[in-house]
């Protein structure tokens, strides 16, 4: 549905709206918890997992306890989440934007300060002093909308706040799959070079012995340098993917010798079905959520922009004079700009484009999040059926393989080197299997995300448009 066009909103402007705004506005104060409290709603809607702001020390220590309590058992995907959600400094620096932004909203909704002009002035004996003071009723005038500009300003900061928790969460999810898979994909390459190293030191001796030939000896010695460098690489691999959940989860110092399960969870025995995924992605994702909000807020600031085209600068003000030669004089003035050189049209054509350039990308972020969601579960389905492939056909193959090449060399039909060969192919058929079944849990992760949202860049607005504060123009006093 889209935004209500401004100029219906600028017609709502009545003397009781504009004396209720100042009233609300003269009282307004930062709320304590800046919305965090609708971050955390929304955050453990989507995860089932809680947010704590560290706005204190008490704040710092309760978490830390939390993260210590976490950390004192194997870290599961979900313990994971939970901690990085706990303890990461990034997110708790995006928390901190709320703060920034409720004290953003506070000042934009606080009445103007009153000005004072104080002159003297002496012809002679004659002495006259004067004392005005002015008010700036452009910004009173312009309250109601600030108000609404500023409402909708603050919502989306804290879609957009618990969209990055979430995000940060799915790529934990992710680094968690990828740092236990790459852990199991250790043990077996370094299987695979135990057993290359096994084979290349019989090749050896029995070369030695004049019992192979220079061109199988080189062969097995060809497979062991492979073996070493296909463990080199995974190891390299293991430590980056951990140092990046390291990264993800905020640890540092002892922390970071946290511990992870030995291997990734099994693959589900079969997929739930889901219907009207296109329509349940815009219905929850948080990004087309935002779009939209972004677009009914430069859909306000452009009501704004209008209200204050002509009016940039009004003040009232009132004057008392008083001189040694003549009785009191009092009164009052009005300051009003007149828009001759810089008539409001060029801040009304930016708005208006900021307003469609809005609405459009709302629009490319709604068609991105169906396409998305579309492939996020193509991928899930396809990733799902090579895992359950591998291990229900090759995996178990392989090992009904190794079994009859075991009896065969019992009953001394082929050599150690034939059964050392097979052993390496069965060990390579798990890793296989390993990374298949990595590439599910990714894909899963994917879908999740795909359904939720993802971050979009916030819509620009001029500062002209959220707060119309101008100089103001100083009374005369005499």
């Given amino acids: 549905m889209p935004p209500t066009h401004p100029r219906d909103r600028t017609a709502r402007l009545t003397p009781a709206a504009l004396v209720t705004a100042a009233l609300l506005a003269g009282c307004a104060t930062p709320r304590p918890d800046a919305g965090f409290d609708q971050v955390n709603q929304t ?33 599961s995907a979900d313990t994971a989440v939970q901690l990085a959600l706990l303890n990461h400094r990034g997110l708790q620096a995006a928390f901190d934007e709320l703060g920034i932004a409720e004290a953003d909203r506070v000042r934009a909704l606080s009445l103007p300060n009153p000005g004072i002009s104080i002159g003297r002035t002496q012809r002679g004996a004659e002495i006259e002093s004067g004392l005005a003071l002015h008010f700036n009723l452009a910004r009173l005038l312009a309250l109601p909308l600030v108000a609404e500009v500023e409402s909708r300003r603050i919502a989306q900061l804290q879609a957009d706040t618990a969209l990055r928790a979430i995000t940060h969460a799915t790529e934990v999810r992710r680094a968690w799959v990828l740092a236990v898979a790459s852990a199991e994909s250790v043990r077996y390459a370094r299987q695979v070079m ?3 190293a096994v084979s290349a030191e019989l090749a050896r001796r029995m070369a030695a012995a004049g019992n192979f030939n220079k061109l199988q000896h080189a062969r ?13 690489r995974a190891e390299q691999a293991q430590k980056a993917s951990r140092e990046r959940l390291t990264r993800l989860l905020g640890l540092w110092g002892a922390q970071t010798a946290y511990r992870l399960p030995e291997r990734l969870p099994d693959l589900p025995t079969a997929l739930e079905e889901r219907t009207a995924l296109e329509s349940l992605a815009i219905a929850q994702r948080l990004d ?9 807020r430069t859909a306000s600031a452009l009501g704004l922009t209008r209200a204050t085209r002509f009016i940039n600068v009004l003040e009232i003000g009132a004057e008392r004079e008083r001189s040694n030669e003549a009785p009191v004089k009092t009164g009052w003035e009005i300051s009003l700009e007149l828009p001759v050189f810089d008539s409001g049209h060029a801040r009304v054509a930016r708005a208006e484009s900021v307003y469609r350039q809005a609405l459009n990308r709302a629009a490319d972020v709604a068609i991105n999040a169906r396409s998305e969601v579309r492939e996020a579960w193509s991928t899930r389905q396809s990733t799902w059926e090579m895992a359950r492939y591998h291990r229900e056909q090759i ?36 890793n296989a299997a390993i990374d298949a079944l990595r590439d599910f849990w990714l894909a899963q992760s994917e879908l999740e995300m795909a359904l939720i949202g993802k971050p979009v860049a916030t819509l620009p607005l001029a500062p002209a448009l959220t707060r119309p504060d101008s100089a103001p123009a100083h009374a005369n006093p005499h």
């Fill in 43 to 75: 955050v453990r809607q989507h995860l089932n997992k809680d947010l704590q702001w560290a706005r204190d020390e008490t704040h710092r220590q309760l978490i830390d306890e939390r993260v210590s309590d976490l950390l004192a058992r194997p870290l």
């Fill in 288 to 296: 087309v959520q935002g779009a939209r909000l972004a677009a009914e």
């Fill in 220 to 232: 097995e010695q060809s497979f062991q340098a492979d073996a070493t460098l296909n463990l080199a």
């Fill in 395 to 430: 995996v178990p193959l392989r090992q009904r393989i190794a079994e009859e090449n075991l009896l065969r060399y019992n009953g001394m039909l082929i050599g150690v080197f034939e059964l050392l060969a097979d052993a390496r192919a069965q060990i390579a058929s798990v």
């Fill in 194 to 196: 135990e057993a290359a």
